[in-house]
Each structure stands twice: as structure tokens, then as C-alpha cells.
T-cell receptor, first 115, second 114 residues
Framework: GQNIDQPTEMTATEGAIVQINCTYQ??????LFWYQQHAGEAPTFLSY??LDGLEEKGRFSSFLSRSKGYSYLLLKELQMKDSASYLC????????????????WGLGTSLAVNP | KAGVTQTPRYLIKTRGQQVTLSCSPI?????VSWYQQTPGQGLQFLFE???????NKGNFPGRFSGRQFSNSRSEMNVSTLELGDSALYLC?????????????FGPGTRLTVL
């Protein structure tokens, strides 16, 4: 089956570093996305990984290991505004039928940043 | 550049009714995807349209349907509403259907079925 697992909730302190893990089991793989969603708002794009390794973008970094079906989002120098839900999504395998290339979403990790 | 817009933002319906939601993508974006978001199930993919053609469909019953117009605007329709259809319906647009294209989400339509 297709499954994406993320921790439900995490708590961290302002100024600290937090790592949000995502493991996936899908029939194929064509990239992994991380999105941020503040309460009552729409998700916004953070990062995209398709090759193994670390992608750094300012305070946010995302890592991918395809062999392990594993990714993490690293948030540095946490700020109060980083309190949000972080969604991991995997684009499934493209097939000749044009199916199964949709994004499979995790339930999200709710991060609370405390002062 | 204006973002993705969705109308209406909030909707209250009763069981058995039908509803039509609208989405206007970012100018120049040709791919539109629809999602249902609930606390327990997270984001569930409904369907994706590109150039007026449905390219992908999720595992939802036939009561859920959609279409895309020549100007890339999209609508989704839910017929014979059930209580379980209460959710946030999100529309997302992307420049193309390329695999690495990020999706830009609209603010969503909050549907409540009584």
C-alpha cells in the first residue's frame, strides 16, 4: 500500500533546532515535497527533493534517502512564527496510464515553538 | 501576481443537497488539483486537471466530479451531500504538470454539511 508517516506533534524552543522526520512507502517515487501550513491557512511550499542528499534553503533544510524511504525537514534558529503544521508529500510513480503520479500526503506534524 | 482564489470561502449545506466550488488558478498556470482536508485524514487528492482534461483521479466516489475551462478556471461538484463531506476543500495550481512543479494553494472552501 501507500503510506506516509510523520510524528503527530512536536514541541521546541525559540532559537533551537528541530528535525521533523517523514518515512514513506509508495509504489513508486518521483520526488518528495515539504509544505508548511499555518492554522486556518493554505499550505505553502518549502522544499522539493528528488535525489539523495541535503537541500538547504535559508533556515530550512530537507534531506532525502530514497533507499531508506526517509526524509527529514530541519528547521534552525526557530522563531515563534514557525509554529505550524509541516506536511510531507510524495509524488508517486508515473505509469503509462497516466495514473499514480498524484501526490500522497502525510497527516502533518504540528510544531509548537515556545518562548 | 494574484494568487489562487477560491469561492465561496464558507458554505453550509444539508444532507442530500449538491454544491459547486470554484477555483481560479494563478495567471499562466494550467494545472489545477483539488484536495479534501480533514483533521483525521489529512490532505486527500481528489483530481487533477490540465488543459481541460482530467489527468488523475483519487479514490473518491462518483458524487465528486470536476471540470476545467479553457481559461484554466476549475470547478468541482459534490452531489447528494453526506455528513462526512464536511471538510476544507483546497485547490492548488501549478505552472505545468511536471513532476517537480510546486503547487500553490488557494485559501480553501470550508464546507459544512448539516
Amino acid at each position: 500500500g501507500q503510506n506516509i508517516d510523520q510524528p503527530t506533534e512536536m514541541t521546541a524552543t525559540e532559537g533551537a533546532i528541530v528535525q521533523i522526520n517523514c518515512t514513506y512507502q509508495t509504489s513508486g517515487f518521483n520526488g518528495l515535497f515539504w509544505y508548511q501550513q499555518h492554522a486556518g491557512e493554505a499550505p505553502t511550499f518549502l522544499s522539493y527533493n528528488v535525489l539523495d542528499g541535503l537541500e538547504e534553503k535559508g533556515r530550512f533544510s530537507s534531506f532525502l534517502s530514497r533507499s531508506k524511504g526517509y526524509s527529514y525537514l530541519l528547521l534552525k534558529e526557530l522563531q515563534m512564527k514557525d509554529s505550524a503544521s509541516y506536511l510531507c508529500a510524495v509524488r508517486d510513480q508515473f505509469t503509462n496510464a497516466g495514473n499514480n503520479r498524484k501526490l500522497i500526503w502525510g497527516l502533518g506534524t504540528s510544531l509548537a515553538v515556545n518562548p | 501576481k494574484a494568487g489562487v482564489t477560491q469561492t465561496p470561502r464558507y458554505l453550509i449545506k444539508t444532507r442530500g443537497q449538491q454544491v459547486t466550488l470554484s477555483c481560479s488558478p494563478i495567471s499562466g498556470h494550467r494545472s489545477v488539483s483539488w484536495y479534501q482536508q480533514t483533521p483525521g485524514q489529512g490532505l486527500q487528492f481528489l483530481f487533477e486537471y490540465f488543459s481541460e482534461t482530467q489527468r488523475n483521479k483519487g479514490n473518491f466516489p462518483g458524487r465528486f466530479s470536476g471540470r476545467q475551462f479553457s481559461n484554466s478556471r476549475s470547478e468541482m461538484n459534490v452531489s447528494t451531500l453526506e455528513l462526512g463531506d464536511s471538510a476544507l476543500y483546497l485547490c492548488a495550481s501549478s505552472l505545468s504538470a511536471a513532476l517537480n512543479n510546486e503547487q500553490f494553494f488557494g485559501p480553501g472552501t470550508r464546507l459544512t454539511v448539516l
